[in-house]
């Protein structure tokens, strides 16, 4: 099976503006989870997604959010871009139970100017 | 809620020995799961080993293989024989069977630079 996708791999762009992240899961998998990575931070858990439906969120502000498709593909924006948001967004598939491994994506650099 | 916690920021090894590599974590639930994951420079996370708290066997895959202590709260890897791509930042990972707050959220450790010297 292919593994999980995300587009693009790297994004610039500059404070004010808004970014569309995209992350296609293994096929067959039916939950996909989106975390932020900075050095200061480290893994920070953004939002999960399973059938379309968001199950479960962090503790992020309102202007990160997300969507599911029914193929199960995702999506993240972040909107009125900072510079703290400067990070490698990570996606992660899973079948979708509570427990089940997740396997990420390569992941999507964002830096803000 | 649940904290892991990597005491070790960075780890060397001489390649064909063996390094442990140290985590603790902190719950309130007793169904939950361990993992350790692992980051190359390509920044791609890669499952090494995966461990479910009602099993008392500690889990392993090939040169690794884990010391789950349940009553410590403490999940240790250890790599034996180690190669030179075993290089990266490893990452312990924690998440519990509870549902609600827990689906699909993973919570991370700071994670472990290690160093593997020819």
């Known amino acids: 099976k292919a593994g999980v996708t995300q587009t693009p791999r790297y994004l610039i762009k500059t404070r004010g503006q808004q970014v569309t992240l995209s992350c296609s899961p293994i096929?067959?998998?039916?939950?996909v989870s989106w975390y932020q990575q900075t050095p200061g931070q480290g893994l920070q858990f953004l939002f999960e997604?399973?059938?379309?439906?968001?199950?479960n969120k962090g503790n992020f502000p309102g202007r990160f959010s997300g969507r599911q498709f029914s193929n199960s593909r995702s999506e993240m924006n972040v909107s009125t871009l900072e510079l703290g948001d400067s990070a490698l967004y990570l996606c992660?598939?899973?079948?979708?139970?509570?427990?089940?491994?997740?396997?990420f994506g390569p992941g999507t650099r964002l830096l803000v100017l | 809620a649940q904290t892991v916690t990597q005491s070790q920021p960075e780890m060397s090894v001489q390649e064909a020995e063996t390094v442990t590599l140290s985590c603790t974590y902190d719950?309130?639930?007793?169904?939950?799961?361990l993992f350790w994951y692992k980051q190359p420079p390509s920044r791609q996370m890669i499952l090494v080993i995966r461990?479910?708290?009602?099993?008392?066997q500690n889990a392993t895959e090939n040169r690794f293989s884990v010391n789950f202590q349940k009553a410590a709260k403490s999940f240790s890897l250890k790599i034996s024989d180690s190669q030179l791509g075993d290089a990266a930042m490893y990452f312990c990972?924690?998440?519990?069977?509870?549902?609600?707050?827990?689906?699909?959220?993973?919570?991370f450790g700071q994670g472990t630079i290690l160093t593997v010297h020819p």
């Open positions: 990972a924690y998440t519990s069977n509870a549902g609600g707050t827990s689906y699909g959220k993973l919570t």
């Open positions: 997604y399973f059938s379309e439906t968001q199950r």
């Open positions: 719950t309130s639930e007793s169904d939950y799961y």
């Open positions: 461990q479910e708290a009602y099993k008392q």
């Open positions: 096929s067959g998998h039916r939950s």
């Open positions: 992660a598939s899973s079948p979708g139970l509570a427990y089940e491994t997740q396997y």
